[in-house]
């Protein structure tokens, strides 16, 4: 089997194509070929040497792929061999095959193809389980959603706005921001001139934002915090701006709000808040906005797996909206 290995840490270039054992597919488990995979910022810092593999999990990167089963291990019942899926993964997505939990395996969604499928799982995963699962995010609320062009971002501005979520967002670019307009962003934040908390103030009346989900950590901790209204929540995903920030817990206090840190690779497979139930919910409730087309993947390219450096480097230009996906077959 051909995956992708890491020569060491560093740029782009330390990515090749080798050769690596074939996956057996454990009890309880199905293997997968892939078709396409998923690029996330998780990857990126594990290729710079910032972010390793949780314990037993493989050290070849990708995180999320779409393709067609090809095996199928002991006590696996619902799947069978030739049905094409989709897969939320610890790690091993950037190969010819891989083997994944069944707990893990997502059908493809209706008028999705077997390509672009790829971009759902992690974005998916991650909206579900911190907007709703963790801030309880509910109708008429207002989210503030940070990176709103990102693969999350994009995918975070549907569902709040199929809850009936009123979302506003930040972005670097007049482009990035009507992309997110014309997803159902209602309040558009230039963060290279606009103070976020100034300009959610201003647009809720003094209210602030009932809940905030911010890939940014440290450097927004204090500011997020500003911006929450009374009984708020702030759920960090991300630390794009820092890990170890300052955090006011007076002004916490006095508005009854609450911060969450969250992370979904080191989630177990199954038990309380484990990967499997966070799958349950979202083939339950975020696949039919799919199928219904009230929420679809933003997918800004498509390159095959031979060029995966540009695409690293595609998932960090200014320009990119929503997910890049490297095609295997």
Not at 283 to 312: C, D, F, N, Q, Y
Request: aromatic content about 4%; overall charge negative.
């Amino acid at each position: 089997m051909q995956a992708i290995s890491l020569t060491e840490f560093g740029d782009p270039g330390v990515m090749q194509w080798t050769t690596h054992p074939q996956p057996v597919p454990a009890a309880g488990e199905v293997v997968i070929d892939v078709a396409a995979a998923g690029i996330n910022r998780a990857d990126i810092n594990q290729r710079q040497g910032h972010y390793p593999p949780p314990a037993g999990a493989s050290e070849i990167l990708g995180l999320e792929v779409s393709g067609v089963i090809s095996e199928v291990g002991p006590a696996v019942t619902g799947w069978e061999i030739g049905d094409r899926v989709c897969a939320l993964l610890s790690g091993g997505g950037y190969a010819e095959r891989v083997a994944v939990p069944v707990s893990q395996v997502l059908p493809i969604p209706d008028g999705v193809d077997l390509h672009t499928a790829a971009a759902l799982p992690e974005a998916a995963c991650t909206v579900w389980s911190n907007l709703v699962t963790t801030a309880h995010l509910c109708e008429h609320e207002t989210v503030l959603i940070h990176g709103g062009g990102s693969g999350i971002g994009t995918h975070a501005i549907q569902v709040a706005t199929a809850l009936g979520a009123r979302v506003a967002v930040t972005a670097g670019s007049s482009e990035k921001l009507d992309a997110c307009r014309g997803l159902g962003a209602d309040i558009l934040i230039n963060y290279a001139d606009t103070d976020f908390v100034s300009a959610v103030k201003d647009s809720t009346g003094g209210h602030g934002v009932d809940v905030v989900l911010d890939n940014m950590g440290a450097a927004y901790l204090g500011r997020n915090v500003s911006a929450l209204a009374d009984g708020g929540r702030l759920v960090v995903i991300g630390l794009q701006g820092g890990w170890d920030g300052n955090l006011n817990l007076a002004k916490l206090m006095a508005k009854r709000a609450s911060v969450h840190a969250t992370g979904l690779r080191s989630r177990p497979t199954t038990g309380r808040g484990g990967k499997a139930d966070i799958v349950r919910d979202v083939v339950k409730h975020v696949w039919p906005m799919i199928s219904e087309a009230t929420v679809r993947p933003v997918v800004h390219a498509i390159l095959p797996i031979g060029e995966v450096a540009a695409a690293h480097r595609m998932l960090d230009a200014p320009d990119t909206i929503g997910k890049v996906l490297l095609r295997l077959s």
